[in-house]
Protein backbone atom coordinates (compact mmCIF):
# COMPACT_ATOMS: atom_id res chain seq x y z
CA UNK A 1 0.00 0.00 0.00
CA UNK A 2 1.32 3.69 -0.75
CA UNK A 3 0.77 6.77 1.30
CA UNK A 4 1.33 10.44 1.85
CA UNK A 5 1.23 12.13 5.14
CA UNK A 6 1.77 15.70 5.07
CA UNK A 7 1.38 16.69 9.13
CA UNK A 8 0.48 20.39 8.72
CA UNK A 9 -3.05 21.52 8.03
CA UNK A 10 -1.95 25.28 7.97
CA UNK A 11 1.22 26.86 8.21
CA UNK A 12 1.20 30.32 8.20
CA UNK A 13 4.67 32.58 7.70
CA UNK A 14 5.61 36.18 6.62
CA UNK A 15 6.87 37.56 3.60
CA UNK A 16 10.50 36.77 2.90
CA UNK A 17 10.46 33.93 6.24
CA UNK A 18 11.47 30.96 4.83
CA UNK A 19 9.13 28.12 3.93
CA UNK A 20 8.97 24.53 4.26
CA UNK A 21 5.96 22.29 3.66
CA UNK A 22 6.46 18.65 4.88
CA UNK A 23 5.66 15.28 2.72
CA UNK A 24 6.11 11.90 4.41
CA UNK A 25 5.07 9.10 2.42
CA UNK A 26 5.39 4.91 2.60
CA UNK A 27 6.07 2.80 -0.22
CA UNK A 28 8.14 -0.39 -0.53
CA UNK A 29 9.27 0.31 -4.17
CA UNK A 30 10.98 3.53 -6.30
CA UNK A 31 8.37 6.13 -6.18
CA UNK A 32 8.04 9.08 -8.06
CA UNK A 33 6.95 12.22 -6.19
CA UNK A 34 5.01 15.01 -6.73
CA UNK A 35 3.87 18.77 -5.93
CA UNK A 36 0.84 20.18 -6.70
CA UNK A 37 -0.48 23.25 -5.80
CA UNK A 38 -4.03 24.76 -6.28
CA UNK A 39 -3.82 28.77 -6.25
CA UNK A 40 -7.58 30.00 -5.54
CA UNK A 41 -10.27 29.75 -7.56
CA UNK A 42 -7.81 28.15 -10.23
CA UNK A 43 -7.23 23.70 -11.00
CA UNK A 44 -4.94 21.80 -9.26
CA UNK A 45 -1.71 21.87 -11.17
CA UNK A 46 2.06 20.24 -11.08
CA UNK A 47 4.33 22.52 -9.21
CA UNK A 48 7.45 20.25 -9.50
CA UNK A 49 8.36 16.18 -9.59
CA UNK A 50 11.28 15.12 -8.14
CA UNK A 51 12.86 13.61 -10.89
CA UNK A 52 13.38 16.57 -12.70
CA UNK A 53 15.30 18.05 -9.60
CA UNK A 54 14.73 21.93 -10.90
CA UNK A 55 13.40 24.95 -8.71
CA UNK A 56 9.88 26.42 -9.72
CA UNK A 57 8.88 29.84 -8.69
CA UNK A 58 12.03 29.54 -6.18
CA UNK A 59 10.91 25.90 -4.38
CA UNK A 60 12.67 22.86 -4.53
CA UNK A 61 12.35 19.70 -2.90
CA UNK A 62 14.37 16.96 -2.18
CA UNK A 63 13.81 13.46 -2.03
CA UNK A 64 14.86 11.58 0.88
CA UNK A 65 14.72 8.21 0.55
CA UNK A 66 16.21 6.95 4.08
CA UNK A 67 13.68 9.11 6.03
CA UNK A 68 11.11 8.75 3.04
CA UNK A 69 10.28 12.10 2.70
CA UNK A 70 10.10 15.04 0.29
CA UNK A 71 9.48 18.16 2.26
CA UNK A 72 8.98 21.13 -0.33
CA UNK A 73 11.45 24.27 0.30
CA UNK A 74 11.58 27.52 -0.44
CA UNK A 75 14.20 30.08 1.19
CA UNK A 76 12.05 34.05 0.83
CA UNK A 77 8.39 33.43 0.95
CA UNK A 78 6.35 35.68 -1.42
CA UNK A 79 2.47 36.83 -0.83
CA UNK A 80 1.54 35.14 -4.03
CA UNK A 81 2.86 31.84 -2.58
CA UNK A 82 -0.33 31.65 -0.72
CA UNK A 83 -2.02 28.53 -2.26
CA UNK A 84 -3.22 24.99 -1.05
CA UNK A 85 -0.19 22.38 -1.79
CA UNK A 86 -0.49 18.75 -2.29
CA UNK A 87 2.50 15.93 -1.70
CA UNK A 88 1.74 13.22 -4.30
CA UNK A 89 3.50 9.82 -4.96
CA UNK A 90 3.11 7.25 -7.82
CA UNK A 91 4.60 3.87 -7.66
CA UNK A 92 6.79 2.31 -10.07
CA UNK A 93 4.47 -0.51 -10.82
CA UNK A 94 1.25 -0.81 -12.11
CA UNK A 95 -1.37 1.99 -11.33
CA UNK A 96 0.11 4.99 -12.87
CA UNK A 97 -2.71 7.52 -10.87
CA UNK A 98 -1.55 9.29 -8.09
CA UNK A 99 -1.57 9.28 -4.01
CA UNK A 100 -2.15 12.36 -2.40
CA UNK A 101 -1.79 13.79 0.92
CA UNK A 102 -4.34 15.88 2.59
CA UNK A 103 -2.89 19.00 2.03
CA UNK A 104 -1.29 22.16 3.54
CA UNK A 105 -2.56 25.18 3.35
CA UNK A 106 0.46 28.08 2.87
CA UNK A 107 -0.97 31.70 3.87
CA UNK A 108 1.68 33.96 3.40
CA UNK A 109 1.09 37.22 5.56
CA UNK A 110 2.52 40.65 4.54
CA UNK B 1 -3.86 24.20 -25.95
CA UNK B 2 -7.21 24.04 -24.53
CA UNK B 3 -7.19 22.35 -20.44
CA UNK B 4 -9.11 19.65 -19.28
CA UNK B 5 -13.09 20.52 -19.84
CA UNK B 6 -15.76 19.52 -17.16
CA UNK B 7 -19.34 20.49 -16.38
CA UNK B 8 -21.32 21.08 -14.71
CA UNK B 9 -19.27 23.09 -12.46
CA UNK B 10 -21.67 23.13 -9.44
CA UNK B 11 -24.72 20.40 -8.98
CA UNK B 12 -26.89 20.15 -6.02
CA UNK B 13 -28.95 17.21 -5.76
CA UNK B 14 -30.84 15.07 -2.69
CA UNK B 15 -30.27 11.39 -1.94
CA UNK B 16 -30.87 8.66 -3.73
CA UNK B 17 -31.10 11.31 -7.28
CA UNK B 18 -29.14 10.55 -9.66
CA UNK B 19 -25.96 12.70 -10.94
CA UNK B 20 -23.94 12.26 -14.20
CA UNK B 21 -20.54 14.33 -14.60
CA UNK B 22 -18.61 15.13 -18.24
CA UNK B 23 -15.31 15.84 -19.04
CA UNK B 24 -13.34 16.22 -22.27
CA UNK B 25 -9.49 15.61 -22.18
CA UNK B 26 -6.73 17.27 -23.54
CA UNK B 27 -6.70 16.48 -27.13
CA UNK B 28 -4.47 13.61 -28.12
CA UNK B 29 -4.22 12.47 -24.33
CA UNK B 30 -4.70 8.96 -24.08
CA UNK B 31 -5.44 8.15 -20.38
CA UNK B 32 -7.81 10.26 -18.54
CA UNK B 33 -8.70 9.84 -14.33
CA UNK B 34 -11.28 10.46 -12.61
CA UNK B 35 -10.62 11.70 -9.08
CA UNK B 36 -12.84 11.83 -5.78
CA UNK B 37 -11.92 15.09 -3.57
CA UNK B 38 -14.21 15.35 0.05
CA UNK B 39 -13.57 18.46 1.61
CA UNK B 40 -10.41 18.34 3.64
CA UNK B 41 -9.12 15.52 1.81
CA UNK B 42 -6.25 15.21 -1.05
CA UNK B 43 -7.94 13.74 -4.26
CA UNK B 44 -9.05 10.43 -3.99
CA UNK B 45 -8.35 7.93 -7.78
CA UNK B 46 -11.95 6.38 -8.47
CA UNK B 47 -11.00 5.03 -12.03
CA UNK B 48 -8.56 5.31 -14.35
CA UNK B 49 -9.19 5.36 -18.73
CA UNK B 50 -5.91 4.22 -20.53
CA UNK B 51 -8.08 5.09 -24.34
CA UNK B 52 -11.43 3.26 -23.71
CA UNK B 53 -10.26 0.72 -21.55
CA UNK B 54 -10.56 0.84 -18.13
CA UNK B 55 -6.73 0.38 -15.97
CA UNK B 56 -7.93 0.84 -12.56
CA UNK B 57 -11.21 1.04 -10.95
CA UNK B 58 -9.86 -0.47 -7.54
CA UNK B 59 -11.43 2.13 -5.56
CA UNK B 60 -15.02 2.87 -7.43
CA UNK B 61 -17.79 1.91 -5.14
CA UNK B 62 -19.24 -0.20 -7.67
CA UNK B 63 -22.45 -0.28 -6.50
CA UNK B 64 -23.62 3.08 -7.34
CA UNK B 65 -20.98 4.34 -9.33
CA UNK B 66 -20.30 3.85 -13.16
CA UNK B 67 -18.07 5.30 -15.78
CA UNK B 68 -17.12 5.57 -19.24
CA UNK B 69 -15.44 6.85 -22.21
CA UNK B 70 -16.66 5.94 -24.99
CA UNK B 71 -14.03 6.08 -28.21
CA UNK B 72 -11.34 6.52 -26.09
CA UNK B 73 -12.15 10.74 -25.63
CA UNK B 74 -14.94 11.91 -23.53
CA UNK B 75 -15.98 10.58 -20.02
CA UNK B 76 -19.06 10.50 -17.85
CA UNK B 77 -19.37 9.41 -14.34
CA UNK B 78 -22.78 8.42 -13.05
CA UNK B 79 -23.58 7.99 -9.60
CA UNK B 80 -27.07 6.41 -8.75
CA UNK B 81 -28.59 6.41 -6.36
CA UNK B 82 -26.41 9.33 -4.72
CA UNK B 83 -25.64 9.38 -0.65
CA UNK B 84 -24.84 11.89 1.56
CA UNK B 85 -21.31 10.93 1.61
CA UNK B 86 -21.04 11.23 -1.80
CA UNK B 87 -20.86 15.31 -1.40
CA UNK B 88 -17.22 16.35 -2.89
CA UNK B 89 -15.37 18.03 -5.69
CA UNK B 90 -15.08 15.47 -8.44
CA UNK B 91 -11.71 15.95 -10.32
CA UNK B 92 -11.11 14.99 -14.41
CA UNK B 93 -7.09 14.57 -15.18
CA UNK B 94 -5.87 13.26 -18.28
CA UNK B 95 -2.19 12.64 -19.51
CA UNK B 96 0.00 11.35 -22.37
CA UNK B 97 0.33 7.48 -22.38
CA UNK B 98 1.52 6.81 -19.09
CA UNK B 99 5.85 7.25 -18.53
CA UNK B 100 8.25 8.43 -15.71
CA UNK B 101 8.10 12.15 -17.47
CA UNK B 102 4.33 12.29 -18.21
CA UNK B 103 2.05 14.87 -16.33
CA UNK B 104 -1.45 14.93 -15.06
CA UNK B 105 -3.39 17.78 -16.11
CA UNK B 106 -6.50 18.74 -14.04
CA UNK B 107 -9.98 20.05 -14.70
CA UNK B 108 -11.41 22.58 -12.44
CA UNK B 109 -13.82 19.74 -10.73
CA UNK B 110 -17.73 19.24 -10.58
CA UNK B 111 -18.70 20.35 -6.91
CA UNK B 112 -21.21 17.97 -6.00
CA UNK B 113 -23.29 18.71 -2.73
CA UNK B 114 -25.67 16.00 -1.85
CA UNK B 115 -28.52 17.11 0.24
Known amino acids: AQRVTQPEKLLSVFKGAPVELKCNYSYSGSPELFWYVQYSRQRLQLLLR??SRESIKGFTADLNKGETSFHLKKPFAQEEDSAMYYCALRGDTGRRALTFGSGTRLQVQP | EAGVAQSPRYKIIEKRQSVAFWCNPI?????LYWYQQILGQGPKLLIQ????????DSQLPKDRFSAERLKGVDSTLKIQPAKLEDSAVYLC?????????????FGPGTRLTVL
Open chain 2, 93 to 105: ASSTIPRSTDTQY
Open chain 1, 50 to 51: HI
Open chain 2, 49 to 56: FQNNGVVD
Open chain 2, 27 to 31: SGHAT
